[in-house]
């Protein structure tokens, strides 16, 4: 994983791309505290609104936050996946060197049956 995120900097900084710092902040909705071992997981968007196939992971530390360099500009979508939780996802705009992003994770909501 470290090997392919070298390679993908390495490529943009030889492409003359220009590339953010990234830094996440993950909180419950409910109170905002933060979420530990959250799941981060971060790809690519195409100008046609598709998703590339290459991405990256990474986790929260026990204060909710996790950072990451070297994200060349443009869209990028974000999902989060922790237990207990909603998974989280939306689409952002990279576009200056740096970038913080606060996601707010919800409790799934009750499922119903017909068997209750």
Known sequence: MVAVFLLC???SVVAGQKSASLEFLVVKDADGK??????????????HGKQKAEGL????????????GGIPFGKLRVQVICPGYR???ADYTVGGPQMEITIKLQK?????SIYK
């Open 57 to 68: 992971e990474i986790k929260t530390h026990e204060d909710g936050k996790a950072q990451i």
């Open 108 to 112: 799934p909501s009750e499922q119903y």
């Open 9 to 11: 900097m390495s490529v």
């Open 87 to 89: 998974t989280f996802g």
């Open 34 to 47: 933060p979420v530990r071992n959250a799941e981060i997981v971060l790809h690519p968007v195409d100008k």
